[in-house]
């Protein structure tokens, strides 16, 4: 099943045919950035100076300043198909969770229009969370009630009636082995099953698109890795999925389309094979030199051949090169010929977190 | 401009539809869903609503007046005072319920838990997520003002005895307060901070029940003009002196134009006020 989302104006897009249609999304915040209601990372007390934990909407520092406003979301444009799994990847503050707040009808957009499974999430948000449902980092399920009582509501709230949502709730408490845990109350759960039950409650109601914030934030290894079998099981099945993450790993692994986004615009969007690709070469070579370099080393090494390009940072410099036979020896030649002392050497092919650095910068945001 | 190529058929969405009827039985599911929660622990809800008006009954109405203390002072003040005090303490209830069943979860609700979440997803326009806790907070009052009745009758030593002459007052004004003191606390709920909890309790929860005729009719504070027209911007006082009107008419009571008027306004303002502060906690 192979995803199609492309960078479009979206206008020869069957939109009632498309699990999510993005037309030049904007989101200006005036005055502060409110809490996340809908992500759920808020600092103590939900006080908008929470909001720039974790991928909360973008603190003014990060996002572009708009005149009168902070541009949190830039004209976006984007088009997932149904059944896709669709990764959303960008520094904390880019506009992630701006942009699924509007496509989940918790942020108003400023301008442009999105669309989830046919349906205008501006125009008619009560019909678009009939179609849609988001699982949060957070737990947010319902403390007072059973993990049972959890989905079997949910469904009500959806309009089953009793029979049907207690039906669909076993049915869904079976596949998501849960079984054990059916009458237990939600905070007697780990991280990883409280997961497990937000998401099958979000499937409850069936819902064309799910959407994924951060969902295995603050997991273990063995929490996640079984949160990744879920979720490809349900993509399987056709689910469409968007998933927002900071893992590269995770996105990498299940995403079959990645878009990186900051300052709240589009930067890059393509398969993670194609992404990393745009890195320009087969294999990057990591240099820790005695000193930071003046340029010297830097020239021997671009003078190499089948040596692309050399990013200095201090002493470390970063080569990429579309050969392997014999670069190594030949760098090592090339910093000891300029004066300088070898402390440390690594050779990596391209991953998507080189490319996501490359594209969104080194800088450490909070 | 970019071409999206389909990389399989697929099959036309079915035209999503969501009637009245539908947004209906969501709104039935989230009051139902607070109802649920409160009847998995009635005896704490039992206890929780009676143990203020009963104690109040037992130190006012029945053990002050055997120690020839204060109020009342014979067994007929204890009589008397017990039937000023019914409708009062009822007033209080409902205003007191009204709070802590739609406030203090709520509270909890936005900040930390974020337990809300669920129910703001729901496929209903989010004001009537809003209005649904109104109603099952109401619901939750109504309950807690019955509670009241025999909790005052034993805790008094059975010395009191109400007039059930006006159903017809007694039910619309436990109902319009109930509504009251739910919309009371979704307002509270949408504007306090975890922190500041405690605060609701000294600044609001404290002055409405003192200064609200729970324990004194109305007319009883002529002798302090300022105070007796002071306490009229307090929602407590019209139901204090509606519930008494219903229930212990000797004692006078405010015009009930006044009563019906100014709890049907102020349940207007604080509705549209509580829906508005929550809309922009969860939309933004």
């Not at chain 1, 904390?92 to 989830?116: F, H, W």
């Amino acid at each position: 099943m192979v995803a199609t989302v492309e960078r479009a104006p979206a206008d020869a897009v069957d939109v009632a045919d498309a699990g999510i249609v993005c037309r030049e999304l904007t989101k200006i915040y005036h005055g502060a950035p409110p809490a996340p209601a809908w992500g759920g990372r808020t600092g103590a007390g939900g006080t908008p100076g929470g909001a720039t934990h974790r991928g909360g909407p973008p603190a003014p520092a990060q996002a572009r300043d708009a005149g009168d406003g902070v541009l949190a979301v830039d004209r976006l444009n984007l088009v997932v198909e149904r059944g896709a799994f669709f990764g959303l990847l960008g520094p904390n503050g880019a506009g992630k969770s701006t942009t699924i707040g509007m496509l989940t009808t918790r942020v108003i957009p400023t301008r442009g229009q999105a669309i989830v499974a046919g349906v205008d999430v501006v125009k008619q948000p009560a019909l678009a969370r009939t179609q849609l449902a988001a699982v949060t980092q957070t737990n947010t399920l319902d403390r007072s009630l059973t993990v049972f009582d959890n989905l079997y509501f949910h469904g009500r709230y959806f309009g089953l009636a009793r029979g049907e949502s207690r039906r669909r709730a076993q049915r869904l408490i079976e596949r998501f082995n849960l079984v054990d845990k059916a009458r237990a109350m939600v905070d007697e759960l780990s991280g990883g099953l409280a997961q497990r039950v937000q998401i099958a409650r979000a499937l409850l109601h069936d819902p064309a698109v799910l959407f994924l914030d951060e969902p295995t934030a603050g997991l273990d290894p063995q929490g996640r890795l079984a949160l990744w079998d879920l979720l490809r099981e349900l993509h399987a099945g056709g689910q469409t999925i968007l998933l927002t993450t900071h893992y590269m790993e995770e996105a990498d692994t299940l995403c079959e389309r990645i878009a990186v986004i900051d300052h709240g615009r589009l930067l890059a969007l393509d398969t993670p094979a194609g992404l990393k690709a745009s890195v320009g070469a087969q294999r990057i070579v990591t240099l820790t030199l005695n000193r930071p370099d003046d340029g010297a080393v830097r020239r021997r090494i671009e003078r190499i051949e089948g040596v692309n390009r050399v990013d200095a940072d201090g002493a470390v410099l970063r080569v990429y090169a579309d050969v392997e036979q014999g670069l190594v020896p030949e760098v090592v030649n090339a910093v000891a010929a300029a004066g300088a002392e070898l402390h440390d050497l690594s050779v990596a092919e391209p991953t998507l977190e080189a490319v996501y650095l490359n594209l969104t910068g080194r800088e450490y945001r909070e | 401009m970019t071409t999206i190529a389909s990389a399989r058929p697929v099959a036309p969405l079915r035209a999503p539809r969501l009637t009245t009827t539908d947004q209906v039985r969501t709104a039935v599911a989230l009051v139902s869903r607070d109802l649920a929660v409160l009847f998995m622990s009635p005896f704490q809800f039992l206890v929780r609503v009676s143990m203020q008006p009963a104690l109040f009954s037992f130190v006012f109405a029945y053990v002050f007046p055997r120690i020839g203390f204060g109020i009342g002072g014979s067994r007929g003040g204890a009589s008397s005072f017990g039937n000023v005090l019914l409708p009062g303490l009822m007033a209080n209830t409902l205003m007191f319920q009204g709070i802590q069943s739609v406030a203090l979860p709520l509270v909890q609700e936005f900040s930390f838990s974020k337990e809300i979440e669920d129910r703001v997803m729901a496929p209903v326009p989010t004001w009537a997520v809003a209005v649904s806790k109104i109603i099952s907070g109401a619901i939750q009052s109504c309950f807690a003002a019955i509670i009241v009745v025999p909790a005052v009758w034993i805790a008094s030593g059975m010395a009191i005895s109400p007039d059930w002459g006006h159903p017809a007052l007694l039910v619309s004004l436990v109902v319009l307060g109930s509504l009251v003191g739910a919309a009371l606390g979704l307002l509270m709920g949408t504007i306090v901070r975890p922190q500041s909890i405690n605060l609701l309790f000294a600044l609001l929860i404290l002055p409405l029940t003192l200064l609200g005729c729970v324990y004194y009719p109305w007319s009883a504070l002529h002798t302090l003009r300022w105070l007796q027209i002071a306490v009229l911007f307090n929602p407590v006082v019209y139901m204090s002196e509606g519930l008494r009107a219903s229930l212990a008419p000797q004692f006078g009571y405010i015009s009930l134009w006044a009563v019906y008027g100014l709890l049907l306004a102020g349940m207007a303002v604080m509705t549209v006020a509580g829906v508005c502060l929550f809309r922009r906690r969860v939309i933004s």
